[in-house]
Nanobody, 125 residues
Framework: QVQLVESGGGLVQAGGSLRLSCAAS????????MGWFRQAPGKEREFVAA????????YYGDSVKGRFTISRDSAKNSVYLQMNSLKPEDTAIYYC??????????????????WGQGTQVTVSS
C-alpha cells in the first residue's frame, strides 16, 4: 500500500505564505501524477493543483492561478505546494493525492488512487 503524508499546514495572516509538502512511502509505485485538493467546511472537494510526474506539466485551479506553485522532487517521491498571497477563502483542509495510471484529467478526484490524511490551512483576515 502507498501512504501519502502531508505537512506544512498552519495558521497564517492574509497575504502571507505557506509551503505544503507531501511524501509518498510504502510499496514502490510508479507515479503518473500527484496533486493537491482542498475542502472547506460545507463545501465540495476542490482541485488546487497537479503535476505530471514524468513531463513536469503543471495544472492549476482558477482560484489559485498566479498565487500557488506545485513542484516535485522525484528522488524524494515528494510533491510541494508553495502558496503565496494567501486569502481567507483559501482556508481549508488540503489533501495530497497520487495516481499510478495515466489520464487526460487532472482536476477530478476520481482519477486519483491514493490520498493523504489532510493538513489544515487557516488564513486569518
Amino acid at each position: 500500500q502507498v501512504q501519502l503524508v502531508e505537512s506544512g499546514g498552519g495558521l497564517v495572516q492574509a497575504g502571507g505564505s505557506l509551503r505544503l509538502s507531501c511524501a509518498a512511502s510504502g510499496r514502490t509505485f510508479s507515479s503518473n501524477a500527484m496533486g493537491w485538493f482542498r475542502q472547506a467546511p460545507g463545501k465540495e472537494r476542490e482541485f488546487v493543483a497537479a503535476i505530471n510526474w514524468s513531463r513536469g506539466n503543471t495544472y492549476y485551479g482558477d482560484s489559485v492561478k498566479g498565487r500557488f506553485t506545485i513542484s516535485r522532487d522525484s528522488a524524494k517521491n515528494s510533491v510541494y505546494l508553495q502558496m503565496n498571497s494567501l486569502k481567507p477563502e483559501d482556508t481549508a483542509i488540503y489533501y495530497c493525492a497520487a495516481r499510478s495510471r495515466g489520464s487526460i484529467w487532472y482536476h477530478l478526484p476520481t482519477v486519483y488512487d491514493y490520498w493523504g490524511q489532510g493538513t489544515q490551512v487557516t488564513v486569518s483576515s
